[in-house]
């Protein structure tokens, strides 16, 4: 066996944990014990391996150790309580090749934990807080801080979902082919609303949270491993792509520099040429899906020298296929100001308006933002000023109150 130190357990905990934890909930069927037996076994390994030497298999170690002090601790409750003792002659039955697994087993357990934790019998906020939890490991308090929720309250939807997966008999699995395309857009779904609120943050101080839009990407990248679908992979370019323009979007005082006037230097060269093959990989499947079009429409951005020679007509192109699949009057409001640039501020005017006029995304922030930005631009100062306001009443986001508080002070300039 090879000596490890506690700093070479602390990177095993970091590189494995989360995959024995997916193992042990298998084999335990329990969230919290199988959160115990996790603590358990890593607290065994940090007394045993410096005095006998890494295991062969540390992760088959830690599951193997974990089900064994689980089987104790239920043993020592079963004294109290009868009913435990069905459940102790269950684990004990469980042989140890059963929980011995090679990399494709880990991989499975992985991808029925994400699958799980998103299932649609819960709710968005407890899809997301258990999956931050259980999959990525964060704490109550990191989640709690990063939805400007309390502690306890986070706590709370985590305790009710795993109630909830146990009394209404969840399956830990991978849902069936037929299954699969529903249940896979409810896990995208949660991954891509993680992004977006790291990307741009809803509220509170800074426009951008690094922090977020990583534990976004490590979801992505894992499920792209474990099930590289194409709408697995297109999410993952979009996010790549997206988060490749990061340094550039703010300025060291944080407030927001517009895409059409960021240093493009700052842009993260090996992001974008690894969204940009993603894109391509995805589209090879001949598959359309919305996350491969939007991330295709990232990818003509981030691969533009300038503002001015970013091919518009490509943009306008691929919004008019995405708004086809999703009749979203959001996608319509993007592709409203591509064509603005593409045919000039006007033209994207008349389509903003319109679907303003319509009633909808009358409280949609963007939606105000481009119009005030798009009359600016034609010098429609009122209608400008106007817009400005309503999308500083809309805005709970520091940064972005800033920055139309400027616009605003240089219409009256």
Same mark, same amino acid.
């Given at each position: ?200 943050? @809803?509220?509170? *101080?800074? %426009?951008?949270?690094? #922090?977020? /839009? ?5 979801? &992505?990248? +894992? !499920? ?77 951005? @981030?691969?533009? *020298?300038? %503002?001015?020679?970013? #091919?518009? /007509? ?5 919004? &008019?296929? +995405? !708004? ?80 139309? *508080? ?8």
């Amino acid at each position: 066996m090879t000596q490890v130190t506690n700093k070479g357990i602390a990177e095993i905990y970091r590189r494995e944990s989360r995959g024995v934890l997916a193992t042990l909930i298998r084999v335990l069927g329990d969230f919290d014990l199988a959160e115990d037996a996790l603590a358990d076994a890593f607290a065994a390994a940090v007394e045993q391996w410096p005095r006998d030497g890494l295991p062969k298999n540390p992760a088959a170690w830690l599951v193997t150790t974990g089900r064994f002090k689980a089987i104790d601790r239920i043993r020592r409750k079963a004294r109290f309580d009868a009913s435990l003792t069905e459940v102790v002659e269950r684990l004990g039955g469980t042989s140890v090749a059963a929980v011995e697994w090679d990399g494709e087993d880990m991989k499975d357990d992985r991808l029925r934990l994400i699958f799980t934790c998103c299932h649609p019998a819960l709710s968005s906020e407890a899809q997301l807080a258990l999956t931050l939890r259980e999959v990525c490991g964060l704490t109550t308090e990191a989640i709690a801080s990063a939805f400007l929720a309390t502690p306890s309250t986070i706590a709370q939807r985590i305790v009710r979902a795993k109630r909830k997966i146990r009394d209404a008999g969840i399956p830990y699995e991978v849902p069936e082919r037929r299954d699969l395309p529903e249940r896979l857009e409810n896990v995208l779904g949660v991954i891509y609303l993680l992004f977006n609120e790291g990307y741009s943050t @809803s509220a509170g *101080e800074a %426009a951008t949270r690094p #922090d977020l /839009t990583s534990e976004a990407i490590y979801l &992505g990248r +894992l !499920l792209a491993d474990l099930l590289p679908e194409p709408e697995v992979l297109g999410l993952l370019a979009l996010m790549l792509l997206h988060e490749s323009r990061r340094p550039a979007r703010t300025t060291e005082q944080g407030d927001l520099i517009l895409l059409e006037e960021q240093n493009r230097t700052l842009w993260n060269r090996e992001l974008i040429d690894e969204g940009s093959a993603l894109v391509r990989r995805s589209l090879e499947s001949g598959r359309v899906d919305a996350y491969t079009l939007q991330a295709a429409i990232a990818a003509v951005h @981030s691969n533009a *020298e300038s %503002a001015e020679e970013t #091919d518009w /007509t490509e943009i306008v192109g691929l919004y &008019g296929v +995405l !708004l086809q699949l999703t009749e979203s009057p959001v996608v319509e409001l993007n592709q409203a100001v591509a064509l603005a640039m593409r045919d000039g501020p006007a033209a994207g005017l008349a389509r903003v308006d319109a679907i303003l006029n319509r009633g909808e995304l009358g409280d949609y922030l963007p939606a105000h933002a481009a119009r005030a930005e798009l009359c600016r631009r034609l010098g429609r100062t009122e209608a400008a000023r106007a817009s400005f306001e309503r999308a500083l009443q809309l805005t709970q986001q520091e940064p972005q109150r800033r920055y139309f *508080e400027r616009r605003l002070q240089e219409l009256q300039n």
